[in-house]
């Protein structure tokens, strides 16, 4: 069977040139995508809809030469299974009516699964259409990234309102943390069963964190749904995407259980390479706006990060979401760069 280089450098296999992905690689900078997406209707019926979810992952890698797909989604379907209401405008982003103390008392798990049974239809659609040597990616939010939307209601500069409530009410906080890990458990499982062969867990506000906050709001949460998703699918394949996690980084490598640890663009490569365990493998890490501005801006950084990690096992990836601005243009050349010799 052919072998999939993304899913091989996850568990451990270094490569002579690092497979890559982009995070959010089916997006607004692909003309394709902006016209399904106008057919969908809002973005969360795209996220719902099986078939235009397939098509919309498919898309980048008829275009690239991409090493693996990502499953189509977002990481608030999940309060929004839970049964608080999740809306994308324009221009705004997600807006959620944040949670109070009440809230969570009332959020349900009973039919979460139900709900994000058109997403787990949308994974096994696409490993069926996907070609064998292409590593299908699931993920899910990690928790308290998604709490500080349920709790805010949309995004925050500083998670100022959830950083407040997890030490006000550390009660209700760890009630909170609770549903998330377990539905989270759920959909995981569910999407290996469903055909994802890898996941990643996206921590997008692992920063401003003190080491104590950060233990309990991010390691633990994230250490609980790895161990839960291994109890039922020994060995899955698990990414961590702490981002922000800066001098936290280490601990949450070592004590989460990840697989595999993806790298902000702010982290200093001489940095990760020298405090991190030697055969871990990293995924990372470019600006995305050097793939926006292209030319030497984007070459040289390239090279950089290629030969700071040639030594383990590394995935190519932009250290956050490639954004809207970006040339299709650029993101070839991105491709064929990270794929010389
Ligand atoms: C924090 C977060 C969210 N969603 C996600 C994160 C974690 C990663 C990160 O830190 O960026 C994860 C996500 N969101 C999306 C994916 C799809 C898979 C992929 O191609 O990588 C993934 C993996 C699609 C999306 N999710 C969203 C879009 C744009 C919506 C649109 O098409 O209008 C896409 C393609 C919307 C979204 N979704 C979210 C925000 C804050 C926004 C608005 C910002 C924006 O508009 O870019 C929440």
């Known amino acids: 069977m052919a072998k999939k280089r993304m899913l091989a450098t996850v568990l451990g296999e270094r490569q002579d040139t690092p497979p890559i992905w982009i995070m959010r690689q089916a997006g607004r900078y692909l003309p394709e995508y902006r016209e399904t997406r106008a057919k969908a209707g809002g973005f969360l019926d795209l996220c719902y809809n099986p078939e235009l979810a397939t098509e919309v992952t498919l898309q980048p890698l008829r275009r690239f030469d991409l090493d693996a797909a990502i499953l189509f989604s977002d990481i608030l379907v999940i309060p929004d299974a839970l049964g608080q209401n999740v809306r994308f405008e324009v221009g705004e982003g997600p807006i959620l009516e944040p949670i109070g103390l009440k809230g969570i008392d009332g959020l349900s798990r009973e039919r979460a699964l139900e709900h994000l049974a058109p997403v787990l239809e949308a994974v096994t659609r696409i490993r069926s259409a996907l070609a064998p040597e292409k590593t299908l990616i699931g993920f899910c939010g990690s928790p308290w990234t998604v709490a500080t939307y349920m709790l805010n209601g949309r ?55 003190d080491d104590a906050a950060f233990n309990t709001q991010v390691i633990e ?66 600006d995305p706006l050097r793939l926006v501005v292209g030319g030497a801006a984007m070459e040289k950084r390239v090279i950089e990060i290629k030969e700071a990690f040639a030594n383990r096992p590394h995935i190519f990836n932009l250290g956050h979401g490639i954004v809207p601005e970006t040339p299709i243009a650029h993101v070839e050349r991105l491709v064929e760069l990270v794929k010389k010799g």
């Open 221 to 286: 949460p994230n250490r609980r749904i790895i161990a839960g998703v291994r109890r039922r699918i020994p060995d899955a394949p698990i990414i961590g995407f702490p981002r922000g996690a800066a001098g936290n980084l280490k601990r949450y490598a070592e004590r989460t259980g990840v697989n595999a640890l993806g790298l902000d663009y702010a982290t200093p490569l001489d940095f990760a390479d020298s405090t991190l365990p030697k055969d871990l493998p990293v995924q990372g890490n470019l």
């Open 155 to 209: 995004s925050s500069p500083d998670q100022w309102v959830a950083r407040r409530f997890a030490l006000e009410h550390p009660g209700a906080f760890a009630r909170l943390m609770d549903v998330l890990v377990e539905t989270s458990i759920d959909y995981l499982v569910a999407q290996f069963v469903a055909g994802a062969d890898v996941v990643q867990l996206f921590e997008s506000w692992a920063l401003n964190l």
